[in-house]
């Protein structure tokens, strides 16, 4: 006799027997995952601080997971795009112009730098010893800016600094892309700038102390240069935190899979998570898209003036 009981019995062991089958499924669409990164430090820098959270990733999600250094954000968001990169970690203004561009990408964490905050401020820097004090003193200067969609490095710089008065591409006598965060500071260190854009999370924590501990900030006579060196002559409002992002076309249970390895990581592995920092975040925090929309205003603010010309 057919029963309520034996119905019941025979759906949960074809249950049982599908869910083994979806995940099968998903890994044989997917046998491995490419995370990608763009560098703010040297690429051997960044191969040394990623590479730990890509075999995090590979434990917890079944497959392998390649890491991949891409020279700059445009990359990254074409990759995205064409579905060869399955993971990024992304700046605020780059995941915001992907979104911008259509590519279809989903949000999950970003770093929680200080108790309660998760974001930072984008600086211009001179040297402390140099003559420069003030926006005004760098009219006809010469800055050095990081990436076309880099946000500290160029989109914030643009957007605030004409809200105060001063139009990048009119105040400066000559602007250039120097290709990573810690370039643009070399660019200013070796006198190839009088000024740059640059990020900076906490008096403690910025590209510039990052790099003073790893002796890469050297006088012209050899002695090794601190914050106190750099002067900053402006700084942005507060700016949200870029996040790492997943296609959104990943299969649900997969994506499931990496949102928890991520949130589980300060604590799974506080050894790759420490790493990313070096010791300085507190944690992960979810994230939506609607957490970047005024960075997606700002590009659209910053873009107008283009659109007219």
Do not use: C
């Not at 006579?221 to 700084?235: E, I």
């Amino acid at each position: 006799m057919i029963t309520r009981r034996t119905i019941a019995a025979a759906a949960a062991g074809l249950i049982l027997l599908t869910l083994p089958a979806v995940a099968e499924d998903w890994k044989a669409r997917y046998p491995e995952l490419t995370l990608a990164v763009v560098p703010n430090e040297n690429a051997a820098g960044t191969l040394d601080r990623f590479t730990p959270l890509a075999a995090y990733l590979a434990t917890r999600v079944g497959v392998p997971v390649k890491l991949r250094v891409v020279s700059d954000y445009a990359g990254v968001i074409e990759g995205q795009r064409d579905r060869t990169i399955h993971i990024a970690f992304y700046g605020a203004a780059s995941f915001s112009r992907a979104v911008m561009t259509g590519v279809k990408i989903q949000p999950i964490v970003t770093q929680i730098h200080q108790p309660g905050v998760s974001g930072y401020h984008s600086v211009i820097y001179v040297l402390a010893a140099g003559p420069y004090a003030s926006l005004d003193d760098l009219k006809g200067k010469t800055l050095a800016l990081v990436d076309p969609d880099s946000t500290s490095g160029n989109q914030a710089p643009r957007f605030f600094l004409k809200r105060a008065g001063y139009d990048v591409d009119t105040h400066f006598g000559k602007t250039f892309f120097a290709g990573s965060h810690e370039s643009a500071v070399l660019a200013l260190t070796e006198g190839r700038a009088d000024a740059a854009a640059n990020l900076w999370n906490a008096e403690t924590d910025t590209m510039v102390t990052r790099m003073a501990v790893k002796g890469l900030l050297k006088k012209p006579d050899g002695t090794p240069m601190q914050q106190s060196d750099f002067r900053v002559v402006f700084k942005s409002d507060f700016l949200p935190e870029g996040p790492f992002a997943m296609l959104a076309s990943l299969p649900e249970d997969l994506k499931a899979e990496i949102r928890r390895a991520f949130l589980d990581l300060p604590k799974a592995d506080k050894a790759v998570f420490d790493r990313l920092s070096d010791g300085k975040d507190l944690g992960l925090t979810p994230v939506t898209l609607k957490d970047y929309q005024p960075v997606i205003d700002m590009l659209k603010a910053n873009d107008e003036p283009r659109k007219r010309t």
